[in-house]
């Protein structure tokens, strides 16, 4: 070590971080590519910053510059529609990232004891990057992010008594507008994505507080060798790091596949009308949030009675933070619970056709989509804590399988 960094490690300790974190951190050695998604999710963060940051420069938080500042980034800005391309795509991806790394928690039971703390974190962060995403998406000030933000801020109006006047607070008045765009860029810009990476800090440290869970479920901090280390654990540096650089890859060839030849994914990741300025006066046939929003709106609409809905929404959001106590079943992962493999799967297509549904026009024909869809998703969570003490399990390995 140099002198320069003798000196440093003195002052900070870096080199114990290392080894906390990366070289004496042992991972279980039986990973798959579902557990790809915790790294890349890191890069996409640091994808969005810098995008982010570029897309700063020349954005006019006004309602009469928004779009045309976009337009500009767009059409007169060097490199700037990849920029704008780079940070929008990044958005969606982000999310599929998201749900791949839940669903991957949910599968191997990554939300038992010892781990609630990081699964709660985690999923706090889930919640942080949607209200980053909504208030992102309203920016641009397109007609239909116009339209969006006025219906997804108007289910604030519907809470008694403060409703009204947190509704009035967070548009700034009373509509979308310049105090709306200001207000919504300072939360993007910097509170929600300071909030985001103090809890992806934490979730990091509690992860590495109580260690990894594998697909088998098992812990392998229980079987060690002479030398205190685990036997079914190997050092996150260099052997997993080498392999999420694979992982690196592989995405950002995805990731620029993306960018180049279908930035829009054919109207999933931006809209048609987003290319339209903002206009009150012309109101829109069927307001849809961006497709990672759209479950929670289905939901919404499941039920005819707004009051009802906006309860049944909210309860969806608030009971996986209950999943750590809900399951009870002793047994971890998926692969030795069939049953809960089941549900879980079920739950799993659920929430996709909601999200499917939620894009689609209010008209009577998906009412019934929504309806059971709905059911079967809060169905899973209402079940859980008696199907988990019943259901019959496969006898689980003392350590890691291959």
């Not at 309602?63 to 958005?91: E, N, P």
């Not at 919640?127 to 000030?141: I, K, T």
């Not at 906006?310 to 079943?329: C, E, G, K, Q, Y």
């Not at 499917?356 to 024909?365: C, F, H, I, R, T």
């Amino acid at each position: 070590m140099s002198r320069f960094l003798v000196w440093v490690n003195k002052r900070l300790p870096l080199d114990e971080t290392v080894k906390e974190h990366l070289t004496e951190y042992f991972a279980p050695k039986n990973f798959n590519i579902l557990y790809y998604a915790g790294s890349l999710l890191l890069l996409m963060i640091v994808i969005q910053l810098i995008s982010g940051f570029f897309l700063m420069a020349h954005y006019d938080p006004t309602s009469q510059g928004a779009f045309a500042s976009v337009q500009g980034i767009m059409y007169d800005t060097k490199w700037g529609w990849l920029i704008r391309y780079m940070h929008v795509d990044g958005v969606s991806l982000i999310f599929i990232l998201l749900y791949a790394h839940m669903f991957r928690g949910l599968l191997y039971g990554s939300h038992r004891a010892p781990r609630e703390l990081v699964w709660i974190i985690g999923y706090i962060i889930y919640l942080l990057m949607m209200a980053e995403a909504f208030v992102g998406y309203v920016l641009p000030f397109g007609n239909l992010s116009y339209w969006a933000g006025e219906v997804i801020t108007s289910i604030i109006h519907a809470v008694p008594v403060i409703g009204p006047p947190l509704t009035t607070l967070a548009r700034g008045g009373p509509g979308i507008g310049t105090a709306t765009l200001q207000r919504f860029l300072a939360l993007h810009v910097v509170l929600f994505f300071l909030i985001i990476l103090a809890a992806i800090a934490m979730h990091i440290v509690a992860l590495h507080r109580v260690g990894s869970n594998n697909p088998d479920g098992v812990e392998i901090k229980k079987h060690k060798g002479p030398d205190g280390k685990p036997l079914d654990g190997i050092p996150f540096h260099p052997y997993y790091t080498v392999k999420d650089l694979f992982g690196v890859g592989v995405w950002l060839t995805i990731f620029v596949s993306v960018i180049f030849y279908a930035p829009t994914m054919h109207g999933i990741f931006m809209e048609r009308t987003t290319f339209l300025a903002a206009n009150p006066m012309v109101s829109l046939p069927d307001v849809t949030p961006p497709w990672y929003l759209s479950p929670y709106y289905a939901m919404l609409r499941a039920v005819p009675n707004k009051y009802y809905g906006i309860a049944i929404m909210i309860t969806s959001v608030l009971l996986p933070f209950l999943l750590p106590w809900l399951d009870r079943n002793p047994v971890r992962s998926s692969r030795y619970r069939p049953v809960y493999k089941i549900m879980l799967i079920v739950a799993g297509i659920s929430f996709i056709t909601l999200a499917w549904v939620g894009e689609q026009p209010p008209l009577p024909k998906y009412f019934l989509i929504e309806r059971a869809a709905t059911a079967l998703y809060l169905g899973f969570y209402i079940l859980l804590p008696i199907i988990s003490k019943i259901e019959p399990t496969r006898p689980v390995p003392e350590r890691v399988t291959g």
